[in-house]
């Protein structure tokens, strides 16, 4: 969250939402972490609110973009042939 009024650290939480959920971040210093689990690839949109503990020093705020999902896992191989040696 961007200081916008000089001096003070943001105070509050960032709500974000997505089409596989989301979660609520309460801001420490100014900063904070969730996490998302998606179960598809592909396109998402993916909206932040932000809300301030103060909202004489901070202003309430919300962005939006797309994400995209691509796989992580790499295949896995599967052997063509059978080891020798066992009986």
């Given at each position: 969250?961007?200081n ?41 949109s ?6 301030p503990?103060d ?5 309430a705020?919300?962005?939006?973009g ?5 796989t ?16």
């Open positions: 969250v961007a916008q009024y000089g001096g003070t650290t943001p105070t509050g939480t960032v709500a974000i939402t997505t089409s596989a959920g989301g979660c609520n971040i309460t801001l420490s210093g100014g900063a904070g972490s969730c996490s998302v689990t998606y179960n598809a690839v592909g396109s998402t993916i909206t932040a609110n932000y809300t503990t909202v004489t020093k901070h202003k705020s919300t962005g939006s797309t994400h995209t999902v691509q992580t896992i790499p295949p896995t191989a599967i052997p063509t042939a059978v080891p020798t040696g066992f009986t």
